[in-house]
């Protein structure tokens, strides 16, 4: 028998029944593959633009410069060195690569990378602080490749920094993975956040609550906001193509904070240390695959 094929055309009457043709009726609905209605609700529902093929490359492509970025600070940092030094070396490499760094004049930030030295917990303007035997230091690089940001930052040592000194920081990389770790579709931001605060908690370390990891990709910050606290199972369900960064701030001390005069400098209260690790994370259909990264153990 000859196999009379059952395909619609688009001038074809529409089989639902409308009487209105294929193309001018539920042709539509059938281009609503559910990643498309899922993207459609996202934006819809939650402001969060999820990201394609392309913008991923355009994004990985940032993540690589920035990446090579902090490479290039790790080589260079030393005793003696002011944190404005590692602003020039992240400002020019930038702009020599092709791109632009995402800080500088950001809401009026002044300089072009956040260097955040001991018990500043993030948003350091690079100054004329001297880095000393012992400090540790966050340098987190932002930036923007073709139009595309992608958001990444580590800690440094600088010399020889003691036991407690290194626990802080071991604690913060390993809340980056422990993060990381819950980002899969189906999984909701409240399942990251959870797993941070638990291990930090048990460490005897505490989470930062006011700054959150973020939308980021097509702008600096978008949605969705990302707590680095939180219950299991609360908040947006995650999604293939979602990208944003995790980001935790753990202090060795109190989680409470005050941020200086320079209406950026945000540091720990009770001046004890603080560290962060960030990176960008992408939801991928397995579970996620990261657009900066480098190794968290
Ligand atoms: N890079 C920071 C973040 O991780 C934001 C810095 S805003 C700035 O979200 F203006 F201080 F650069
Ligand atoms: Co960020
Ligand atoms: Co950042």
């Known amino acids: 028998m000859k196999n009379k094929s ?7 009457l529409c089989p639902c029944g409308s009487g209105l043709k294929y193309k001018k009726c539920c042709i539509r609905k059938a281009g ?4 498309n209605s899922n993207k459609a609700l996202y934006l819809r529902k939650h402001g969060i633009r999820v990201k394609e093929a392309g ?19 790790e080589d260079s940092i030393r005793v003696g060195m002011r944190t404005d030094d590692i602003n020039t070396l992240v400002h020019d490499y930038t702009l020599k690569n092709g791109a632009t760094p995402a800080a500088l004049g950001y809401r009026g930030f002044p300089k072009s990378v956040c260097v955040s030295v001991n018990e500043v917990i993030c948003h350091g303007i690079p100054g004329d602080r001297v880095l000393k035997n012992g400090d540790i230091v966050n340098v987190d690089v932002t930036s923007i490749l073709g ?5 990444v930052n580590k800690m440094f040592f600088v010399g020889d920094p003691d036991a407690t000194t290194r626990k802080i920081v071991n604690v913060a990389r390993e809340c980056l993975r422990k ?12 399942d990251i956040g959870f797993a941070i605060q638990a291990f930090a908690e048990k460490e005897g370390c505490s989470v930062v609550r006011e700054f959150v990891g973020h939308g980021v990709g097509f702008d600096f910050h978008e949605p969705p906001q990302v ?4 219950r299991c199972g609360e908040g947006i369900e995650l999604i293939p193509g979602m990208v944003f960064t995790i980001e935790p701030m753990i202090n060795l001390g109190a989680k409470d904070l005050r941020i200086l005069d320079d209406g950026w400098t945000a540091v720990t ?7 962060q690790f960030e990176q960008t994370i992408l939801v991928t259909d397995e579970g996620y695959e990261s657009l900066t990264p480098f190794p968290l153990q």
Not at 269 to 275: F, M, P, V
């Open 269 to 275: 209260l009770d001046g004890a240390l603080s560290a």
């Open 227 to 230: 707590p680095h606290h939180g």
């Open 147 to 151: 139009g595309y940001y992608a958001d």
């Open 32 to 35: 609503l593959t559910p990643r």
């Open 6 to 12: 059952t395909k619609v055309h688009r001038n074809d």
């Open 179 to 190: 993060g990381v770790m819950m980002v899969r579709p189906g999984n909701r931001i409240g």
């Open 55 to 73: 913008d991923i490359e355009g994004i990985k492509k940032a993540g690589r410069l920035a990446l090579k970025t902090l490479d290039m600070v």
